[in-house]
């Protein structure tokens, strides 16, 4: 669905363009300003294939940023999460906000071009952990390509907006979701997905970027032994290294290993390195009873980008039973280690130690702790395989682990300035409570982790507690060394990707709704702009006639989670549509008003509750809602609060949407196959008992989120 804006625009933007360009072959300097300058893009995810997220833009410098101001800001035709890294390539940008729209802006004033709504249908969003967001684009000779949440891969005409091909990468009834950005790597599409929790088998498929047509797919565990090879590619790493590192029947449940968010691409070695997800279940003695390291779980995977073939593996967390995913961001650079240049990859994984490696064999250059982390004692350098602590392992005994499932780094990317030699990371502290289910059973189309969802007391006092073990933090880190060089606290964990720039700035948001900048040698704060909402995605920057602008897109959040019940409210807790935000030097605008009014509170019904009740329904909240509505029924903003919802008010109103499906369309799905009458009311039991226990602490007057 296609919106051409204006086509007029378009055409001026283009012959604005080409001027410029006839200027620069003249060698014109007739301006008393700048000389018509080349415009300087953004024109991958990670701004080059290596994922580094530096800009050697410096117009932007410490000595200026103070005078920072917002140019223009750009609203989203929809509500809920925003994730998205924007592109800019010839004086547009191109930027996808929640259920995988894409816009097409002028880069300098922020004119819509075009706007394209896949029509994702609302109940797949039963199917998105964390909610409908989508993390951006790639743009290729003149192809705009997005991964839909619905599973198809649709490339766009970059002028128009309209559909050139479209491939369904899975079936929209499985439970998977693409939420990450494709990468075109060699002239390939390379899209993977999520849903290792609802029970998946991952992959990854590589597209011709022109035709669409499929090349090639690589499954990243191995599928029922009775059921042969895959047959599409070589057989050979999944046969020989993979399967024999499994046992039991972990097709049953999936076996996870899905490819969610990163990937970065190096054209010398013509080698495509995907960052693989966490096992399904968690619980590794449901998924492989004997053991076994689960290849290729948790791992880093270089691949063949014309044929998927593989090159090498690096497994981070063998036999991973703490979703500990190495999804996080890749990144590639050349470092100065022990007197010689090394082609690096580098990455800070969820499981809280930063790797080096070396990306042209996959071998461990060095590995060590970026965050607080009590899985396993160190990395062997010989065999690059982690010491794993005496009782991390929770699946008989619960345990203390940390990090959390939210991981010390989560999708939120890390910038590298080579200059500084220095790595900014989006980084926290996180402590997960873990218990395994001993009672598990696998249920088609829900969460499966295998874990016991402890259930949030309903205890303002343990709340807080919880709380306070979470800390976030901008993490300066030195690779080489493998050591910190700097930290900024911020006001709790779960904060935005970064940027670095020539300017020796690092550009970072925060969950306080603050968009920072710092100097990327000291950490001091120098220019900080109030957005109201959050910065989670990567910010970029770029030029257009030799002003340099700095752009990140801006939203409520996702339907954060977290272990533990502890949740990050949002800066305001109104359903606002997110935005893009883009600065430049001298500009005044002011931030656009909230579109939205904050949601009332509705105090919840009276009347004595039923204590086993209160507690049978805390633990269908946990396994039908929480991914949703969030641990408690405390929404972050995206969906309404549960503990404050009209609905809650009688027992019939309560069971319309879950049992009748009546919220469809907006991403409620239907539970009647799921719950039965008396569990809804189980669960509203709970949220009632909630409501009571915490609302005076509800989201967005919370004190105890908002302290360093
Ligand atoms: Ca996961």
Same mark, same amino acid.
């Given at each position: 669905m296609s919106i051409l804006y204006s086509r007029a625009a378009w055409r001026m933007r283009c012959a604005a363009a080409a001027l410029s360009v006839v200027a620069l072959a003249l060698g014109s300097t007739a301006s008393g300003q700048a000389a018509t300058q080349h415009d300087e893009p953004w024109p991958q995810h990670g701004r080059d294939a290596g994922e580094q /997220?530096?800009?050697?833009?410096? /117009?932007?410098?410490r000595g200026n940023v103070a005078q920072l101001g917002l140019a223009w800001s750009f609203q989203f035709s929809r509500p809920r999460g925003v994730e998205a890294t924007p592109i800019v390539v010839d004086g547009v940008m191109y930027v996808t906000g929640a259920w995988s729209t894409v816009h097409a802006l002028d880069a300098r004033t922020g004119r819509a071009l075009w706007a394209y709504d896949p029509q994702v249908p609302g109940e797949k969003a039963a199917h998105a952990c964390c909610d409908v967001v989508n993390r951006g684009v790639a743009v290729h000779e003149g192809m705009v390509y997005v991964g839909t949440l619905d599973g198809r891969l649709v490339a766009l005409d970059a002028r128009t907006g309209r559909e050139r091909w479209s491939q369904r990468t899975f079936p929209i009834e499985e439970t998977r979701t693409i939420t990450g950005a494709p990468r075109v790597a060699h002239g390939v599409v390379v899209i993977g997905h999520g849903g290792a929790e609802y029970g998946v088998r991952g992959y990854v498929t590589g597209y011709?970027?022109?035709?669409?047509k499929r090349l090639w797919r690589f499954y990243t565990v191995p599928g029922n032994p009775a059921d042969g090879p895959d047959g599409e590619i070589s057989d050979m790493p999944l046969r020989d290294l993979a399967a024999p590192t499994w046992n039991g029947r972990w097709w049953q449940y999936g076996g996870g290993g899905t490819v969610w968010d990163s990937m970065a691409y190096d054209s010398e070695l013509d080698l495509l390195y995907i960052g693989v997800g966490n096992g399904s279940p968690h619980n590794a003695s449901v998924r492989s009873p004997g053991g076994g390291d689960n290849l290729f779980l948790s791992s880093i995977v270089a691949l063949r980008p014309r044929t998927g073939a593989y090159v090498w593996h690096y497994q981070t967390t063998p036999g991973d039973a703490w979703d500990y995913t190495a999804t996080q961001p890749i990144m590639l650079a050349d470092l100065d280690i022990d007197g010689q240049r090394r082609k690096v990859l580098m990455q800070a994984p969820k499981n809280g130690f930063f790797y080096v490696l070396d990306r042209a064999t996959g071998k461990l250059i060095s590995a060590q702790k970026y965050t607080a982390v009590s899985w396993a004692s160190h990395v062997d350098k010989a065999t690059g395989r982690p010491q794993v602590a005496p009782g991390a392992r929770y699946e008989k005994a619960p345990a203390l682990v940390q990090p959390s499932q939210l991981g010390g780094h989560n999708w939120q990317p890390m910038a590298y300035d080579p200059r500084a030699g220095l790595v900014f990371i989006p980084a926290m502290e996180s402590t997960a409570y873990m218990v395994g289910d001993g009672q598990f059973r696998f249920r088609p189309g829900v969460w499966n982790t295998g874990v016991v969802d402890p259930p949030m007391p309903p205890d303002p006092a343990m709340v807080a507690q919880a709380r306070q073990a979470y800390r976030g933090y901008l993490l300066a880190w030195d690779p080489v060394a493998q050591r910190e060089a700097w930290r900024v606290m911020h006001p709790g964990p779960w904060n935005g990707g970064t940027l670095a720039t020539a300017g020796g700035l690092v550009f970072q948001g925060h969950n306080g709704g603050l968009f920072n900048a710092y100097d990327?040698?000291?950490?001091?704060?120098?220019w900080s702009a109030p957005i109201r909402l959050h910065a989670l995605g990567g910010p970029i920057t770029y030029t257009i006639d030799g002003e340099q602008y700095v752009a990140v897109a801006v939203g409520l959040g996702t339907s954060l989670h977290l272990s533990g019940g502890v949740l990050m409210p949002p800066a305001e807790h109104a359903p606002e549509r997110g935005r893009v935000l883009v600065f430049r030097l001298g500009a005044n605008a002011p931030l656009p008003a909230a579109t939205e009014p904050a949601r009332a509170v509705v105090p919840p019904p009276a009347g004595a509750l039923d204590a086993a009740a209160v507690a049978r329904g805390a633990a269908q909240f946990a396994r039908y809602c929480a991914q949703c509505h969030g641990g408690g029924g405390v929404a972050t903003g995206v969906l309404p609060d549960l503990r404050s919802s009209p609905y809650l008010q009688s027992a019939a109103l309560f069971r319309v949407p879950p049992l009748q499906g009546a919220l469809r369309e907006r991403g409620m799905p239907d539970f009647s196959a799921h719950l039965h009458s008396e569990d809804v009311e189980a669960i509203r039991s709970y949220l009632i008992a909630m409501a009571r226990a915490t609302l005076p602490a509800a989201p967005g007057k919370d004190e105890g989120a908002r302290q360093p």
């Open positions: /997220r530096f800009s050697p833009l410096a /117009r932007i410098h011709d970027a022109r035709t669409g990327s040698a000291s950490g001091q704060l120098l």
